[in-house]
């Protein structure tokens, strides 16, 4: 019984394979490109699979049929950008003839796919077109987000034919109203003595500006930059390290009173072992080195110098070190309290270098908030 039933399980699973790869669960599902698709591959590699040679035929009609009445339908629509429904339903009708032409078997059983090839070409000057007379009338509107939805309609209209008039000019027009130019100063720090430590910092700053690929729509130039492109920006990013401490100094200290029992305290011949217990007083030393800082960034209108963000990063970094030293007999320690003991107490890195460590969180931070605000223009 259970050789028939499995029988039976590989026998229906043959069929539901066969089904699936002849197109025939596509067609009746309605899927009629994807029933033509699968039964020609299916013709391809079993040449007189008869299911395949009587579903193909069916879909094929049926799939033509459906693609012309849809091009029907959007021709007579209101949508402004029904010729782009148009062209992909003209050219879904072309890759199914490309499809039956691939293979002799599906052009025996369709002897004249359709193609539409003027079609096409018209259905794409038609839809760039549409495409451009949107930009124009939005670049009309003078501002900025329209700018940018007339960049996105010119950039259409050159896809879909990239020679239609100056199409390519007005994709430039439309760009440069549509971009913000911001112009990043120099970072400021109010400390002579930390002028280097901050070199590290803006050097970052000004790797990331001229990285920056998020938006294409946003522009950062230094200083130097735009003096020397004459660039009118649109807004001002300043960043200002006008709060800060460094190496602000913690040490404390932690006594610990140690006792150990049943340690062996000598062994001689004639009073054989002794044991006891050992004592001593161990003194734990911890020891930070706290740096910390905000940056005041602020990003200010050129025009009418109001302020449009302003936010305070804070970053801190703590070095730390510990030590210990103690008073009795060491055997009452453990191996890492005397390990610690042996330790002696290290000189904090210089002001400077402590300076760079918490600028480096505040980094991370401005990366971030800049990423954000900017990503919406």
Known sequence: MKTISRLRYFLYLSILIVGCTTGKN?????????????????????????????????????ALKEHLRKIDEAKVSSDVLRWETILAHYQKINQLSDEVSGSPVALNLIPNPQKYINEVEDSKYKA??????????????????????????????????????????????????????????????????????NQYFQQQVSDFISKYQQNRFVIFYSEQQANSQKITPDQILRLNFDDFIVG???????????????????DTRANGKVYGTVKATLSIFNKQVSSSGLLAMTIVDYQTNNI?????????????????????????????????????????????????????????QLVDEISYFYNKY
């Open 308 to 364: 449009i963000r302003q936010q305070r990063l804070p970053g801190t970094y703590v070095w730390q070190d510990s030590w210990a030293s103690y008073k009795g007999d060491e055997r009452a320690l453990t191996k890492e309290q005397l390990q610690m003991t042996k330790r002696r107490e290290l000189l904090p890195p210089a002001p400077a270098a402590l300076f760079v460590e918490f600028t480096k969180p505040i980094y991370a």
């Open 128 to 197: 760039a077109e549409v495409r451009y007379t949107l930009g124009i009338n939005q670049m009309n509107e003078n501002n900025r987000v329209s700018a940018k939805n007339a960049y996105y309609n010119f950039e259409k209209a050159q896809y879909f034919y990239p020679n239609y008039k100056d199409v390519k000019n007005k994709m430039d027009d439309a760009y440069w109203a549509a971009v913000v130019k911001v112009v990043v100063q120099p970072v400021k720090v109010n400390s002579s003595y930390y002028q280097l430590s």
């Open 248 to 266: 602000q100094t913690y040490v404390k200290e932690r006594v610990e009173k140690l006792k150990k029992d049943s340690v062996l305290i000598s």
């Open 26 to 62: 596509a067609l009746q599902k309605g899927n009629y490109d994807q029933s033509v698709f699968k039964s020609v591959d299916r013709l391809k590699s079993s040449p007189k699979n008869a299911e395949a040679m009587y579903v193909l035929p069916i879909a094929y009609d049926l």
